[in-house]
């Protein structure tokens, strides 16, 4: 693959292909009715409706503060619940949640999130209009080498659609979920996920180059396709 041997330039991304080459899916290819069973009305335990803060198809709720599920990799979505379920990822309102379903319920419902559509890809690629005061669009999708700090685009694909299950897409989550998820990578109140990955990059970030980057991936409205394609459009506009 022509992006890996780029990326295997730079030890910090070649690692991320090496991941994205060893991780397995099949285990979690399958939707299922327990899964979507517990997105619609919970479990008999108490656990609430997923559906209830994520959005009746995963799509989240950005004024909220509630993540996009939908386009998320099954196994990622269920590496965070396991995180969440015991602690290493601190968060007070899914934290409990997560906690409260049982392994296999933890995993139906990853499934289930799993094989949902696609997330949104940002409509601008950058390119030609990209300008160096952007900081960032230019730490998106260039990043800043004199740092040794990869563009994000490099791991979370050309417009932060997502690559593999290793790494989720950016677009379609709101700014502030995004910056919050930065702080809490480089506070460690969120694990680094694989080889620490996330960690070193937001530990090479400002504040500001945290809400700069957030404010470039994410959106500030509701979280549907058709209202992330809008506000790609009116952020191209301004
Ligand atoms: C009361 C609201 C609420 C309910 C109900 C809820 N969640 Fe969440 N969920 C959240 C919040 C808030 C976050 C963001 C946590 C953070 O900031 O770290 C989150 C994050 C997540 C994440 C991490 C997403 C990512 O991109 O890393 C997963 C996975 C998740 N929830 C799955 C579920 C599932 C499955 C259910 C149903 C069993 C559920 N949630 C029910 C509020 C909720
Ligand atoms: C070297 C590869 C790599 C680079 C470069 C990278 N990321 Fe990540 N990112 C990851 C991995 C791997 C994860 C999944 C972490 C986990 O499993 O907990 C991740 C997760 C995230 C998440 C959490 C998403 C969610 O749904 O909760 C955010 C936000 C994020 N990255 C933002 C960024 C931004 C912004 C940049 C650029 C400044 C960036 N990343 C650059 C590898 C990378």
Redesign the pocket.
């Known amino acids: 693959m022509n992006r890996c041997s780029r990326m295997l330039s730079i030890s910090l991304a070649g690692a991320a292909c090496l991941i994205v080459a060893g991780t397995a899916l099949p285990a979690f290819a399958q939707p299922n009715a327990l899964g979507s069973t517990?997105?619609a009305k919970?479990?008999a335990a108490g656990?609430?409706?997923?559906v209830?803060?994520?959005g009746a198809k995963g799509e989240g709720n950005a004024a909220?503060?509630?993540?996009?599920?939908a386009g998320?990799a099954a196994a990622?979505?269920a590496g965070?619940?396991e995180n969440?379920a015991d602690g290493k990822?601190?968060?007070p309102?899914?934290g409990p949640?997560?906690k409260q379903?049982t392994p296999a319920?933890?995993k139906a419902?990853?499934a289930y999130?799993g094989s949902l559509g696609a997330a949104p890809g940002l409509a601008s690629g950058g390119g030609e209009a990209l300008k160096r005061s952007d900081n960032g669009a230019w730490l998106a999708l260039r990043g800043r080498w004199d740092d040794n700090l990869p563009a994000c685009v490099q791991c979370h694909g050309a417009s932060g659609a997502g690559v593999g299950s290793a790494f989720?897409a950016l677009a379609g989550?709101s700014s502030a979920?995004i910056a919050?998820?930065m702080h809490?990578f480089k506070n460690g109140t969120?694990p680094g996920g694989p080889l620490n990955l996330m960690k070193v990059v937001a530990s090479k970030l400002s504040d500001t180059d945290m809400s700069a980057v957030a404010d470039h991936f994410g959106h500030a409205g509701a979280a549907s396709p058709a209202n992330t394609a809008a506000g790609s459009a009116a952020k191209g506009a301004k």
């Open positions: 517990i997105a919970g479990t656990v609430l409706a997923c209830t803060c994520h909220a503060g509630f993540p996009r599920l998320l990622y979505l965070q619940l969440l990822r601190q968060n309102v899914m949640i997560a379903l319920e933890r419902v990853a999130y989720p989550q979920y919050a998820q809490a969120r």
